[in-house]
């Protein structure tokens, strides 16, 4: 008997059709004994449809939020008829939706008065799509003499009070796991979990950002005593590459953790970059598989990086990013100019996602998300302008229209001349490379382009990727 966690993406729940693959998953791993907690995803397309109702209820677009709930109403409903037979539980199950859709339209009614939604006020409206689809999901497998309920994460899974990016209290999440939702595992329950968020202390829902059902769902494994994650997608697992950008990728049958966050934190959409976190050092093994091809067994990923021959094991990219330089004579030796700029960069609200300095401190350079670029340099200057009336700083730039690509492969490590080979690859290519970062950790080889340059240089990464696994005989 084995206790699992399964986590259903937005496209594994995003139809009746989806759904009754995710009942079978659900139902093979019951009949073969296992305990199994399952997390859920909105329906694809309802948390940006709810965001989209926000922006509405702002700009006093009533006739718009009210239609955007009529269409969530209508999609839920029209799902769940099809997946549960006129029943109370169908009906119960449709009251609870239907009063959920409710809030929807006088949370958007109280921002429509106010003109604007405050983050917590979000949170309770983005929230609604993972509350609908988890009550729609655990009908549908109660249909199927599955004994599935519905309970939502805020009640195991405690926040600080950072709203749109809240962070667990881990005690206490772990403390509510492991007396409230273990203790329903054991009676033979299967739940069925939100994903994307937890509540605050006093009750209030808290997402965990985009992409955060993943890191729910990890939360969970970590602490419910579970021996293996598995994320169910729409992919058959972490590939080499981006398959719409060459469709020669092919999936990774191991990876390790490290090398997964690197792939996702530069850009491999398969994994929400948190996720590995909470399950890392407990060991608990990570699987990345198809909803849609259950018989394909995935990605496996596990603590040991797996010291196979070919040194690149996968590249990706990070498109709608900028990037600032900061130069100027007068900060050769002078302390804090870095500290300071990358202080405003917060303050402007941006995430630093590659850094590059010269040997001679004469400047250096840093991408951030291509919405917050101007932001960030009006906070810059701001912050420098002293040093920049001084003609110590000489300018801070801004480069648009640029990528990050990243090659990622543990083999790196202790490997020489794998960084020559792929910046020989970048010049046999004409790829011009702006800046570069090798990351900490020593698998990953980070640099910057122009986006007209992106197909080219990840078709001569993954080239090079592949050549070497044919090379030594992969």
Not at 287 to 300: A, D, I, K, S
């Amino acid at each position: 008997m084995r206790t699992i966690t399964m986590k259903f993406g937005g496209t594994s729940v995003g139809s009746a059709e989806a759904i009754s693959n995710v009942i079978d998953i659900v139902r093979e791993s019951v009949e073969a004994g296992d305990k199994l907690t399952v997390i859920v995803s909105a329906m694809a397309g309802v948390t940006d449809a709810l965001f989209n109702a926000i922006k509405m209820a702002e700009n006093g677009d009533k006739w718009g939020y009210l239609s955007t709930a009529d269409k969530l109403r209508d999609r839920h409903e029209e799902t769940l008829n099809m997946l549960v037979p006129p029943s109370a539980d169908r009906e119960s199950t449709s009251a609870k939706i239907n009063a959920l859709l409710d809030d929807l339209v006088e949370l958007c009614q109280a921002i429509n008065i106010m003109g604007e939604a405050t983050p917590r006020v979000v949170d309770a409206i983005v929230s609604l799509g993972e509350r609908m689809s988890s009550k729609l999901v655990a009908a549908a497998l109660r249909h199927h003499k599955l004994n599935a309920r519905a309970y939502d994460a805020g009640q195991f899974i405690t926040t600080d009070n950072n709203f749109r990016s809240a962070n667990p209290l881990w005690d206490e999440t772990q403390a509510l796991i492991q007396q409230k939702l273990v203790p329903l595992i054991e009676s033979g329950i299967t739940p069925i979990l939100t994903g994307y968020f937890g509540a605050t202390r006093d009750g209030q829902i808290a997402t965990l950002g985009r992409g955060g059902s993943d890191y729910s769902a990890a939360i969970f494994a970590a602490y419910n005593g579970a021996e293996e994650l598995v994320i169910w997608t729409d992919v058959d697992g972490v590939m080499t590459t981006d398959p719409r950008i060459d469709k020669r990728a092919r999936v990774l049958p191991y990876v390790s953790y490290q090398e997964v966050g690197e792939l996702a934190f530069y850009g491999a959409k398969v994994l929400h970059p948190k996720t590995v976190q909470p399950i890392l050092n407990k060991g608990i093994l990570l699987r990345v598989r198809n909803t849609f091809n259950p018989t394909h067994p995935g990605t496996l990923i596990g603590p040991e990086s797996e010291m196979v021959d070919t040194v690149i094991k996968a590249v990706t990219s990070i498109r709608n990013v900028g990037m600032l330089t900061v130069s100027g004579k007068g900060m050769i030796g002078v302390p804090g100019i870095a500290g300071r700029t990358f202080t405003a960069t917060a303050q402007a609200g941006a995430s630093i996602l590659m850094i590059s300095q010269s040997s001679s401190e004469q400047s250096f350079c840093f991408t951030v998300p291509e919405d917050k670029v101007n932001d960030v340099k009006a906070s810059i200057e701001s912050e420098l302008a002293k040093e920049i009336a001084r003609d110590d700083i000489d300018s801070v730039e801004i480069e648009a229209e640029v990528v990050i690509v990243t090659a990622v492969g543990a083999g790196m490590r202790g490997t020489p001349g794998v960084a020559g080979r792929v910046f020989t690859a970048m010049g046999d290519n004409r790829v011009n490379v702006l800046s570069i970062a090798q990351g900490s950790s020593e698998c990953s080889i980070s640099f910057v382009i122009y986006e007209r340059d992106l197909k080219r240089a990840v078709i001569a990464l993954h080239d090079l990727a592949l050549e070497t696994a044919t090379v030594n005989g992969h």
